[in-house]
């Protein structure tokens, strides 16, 4: 079983984020956004829109999801839930191709694993490694399993870090590009990102 988040930078600053999982027994029930629901665009998605459907936006930086109806998963059926964070993407001042992304990530992998894709060096904005940092704090003992692929190496970078509650782990943004985590806790990202004007969309 196994929880997947793509995380994807716009141009426009906003930040997009794409959830969903597989191999549960029910479709997801409730899943919080906590950001405020002013700055929010809640795309149409995969059986997010269903009758049953409550959106509460009531609470200041916390929109929530909820539906009274939990049908059984199936081979397709899946509810995939796609959304903006708007201007999350902040412009240096002094630097104008750098923006500035801070995100804190709640990591459930009780059970299962959870997927988490935010970065992609192939990207026309990516995180500069230099001035960016992510921090993960376990509340499970587990690993986490990254793969990037290289391009200067011509090959597939593979990296695990054994992770116990009370640790500090620092993952660097290529780690971040595919890493499943076999652990619960929270990640904490700081990044620096620059767009390169070479690159075409």
Not at 69 to 76: I, Y
Not at 97 to 118: D, M, P, Q, V
Request: glycine fraction near 4%; proline fraction near 5%.
């Amino acid at each position: 079983m196994d929880r997947i988040m793509k995380i994807t930078f716009i141009e426009n600053l906003n930040v997009k984020y794409t959830f969903w999982r597989h191999g549960f027994s029910n479709l997801i029930s409730r899943y919080e956004i906590n950001y405020s629901p002013k700055y929010l665009i809640l795309h149409e998605g995969k059986n997010v829109y269903t009758p049953d459907l409550k959106i509460d936006n009531s609470q200041e930086n916390r929109l929530i999801l909820k539906w009274d109806v939990v049908p059984e998963s199936g081979d397709q059926s899946i509810r995939k839930i796609t959304y903006e964070k708007v201007k999350m993407l902040v412009p240096l001042l002094d630097q104008p191709n750098r923006l500035h992304f801070l995100e804190n990530i709640e990591i459930k992998a009780t059970s299962g694993w959870y997927n988490l894709s935010l970065h992609d060096r192939n990207k026309r904005i990516t995180a500069v490694k230099a001035l960016s940092v992510a921090i993960f704090s376990p509340t499970t003992s587990g690993y986490i399993h990254c793969c990037h692929c290289s391009i200067r190496k011509g090959m597939l970078d593979c990296w695990e870090h054994q992770c116990i509650p009370g640790e500090t782990i620092y993952l660097k943004p290529t780690e971040l590009a595919d890493a499943r985590f076999h652990v619960s806790g929270n990640l904490f990202v700081d990044w620096t990102l620059e767009i390169d004007p070479n690159n075409p969309i």
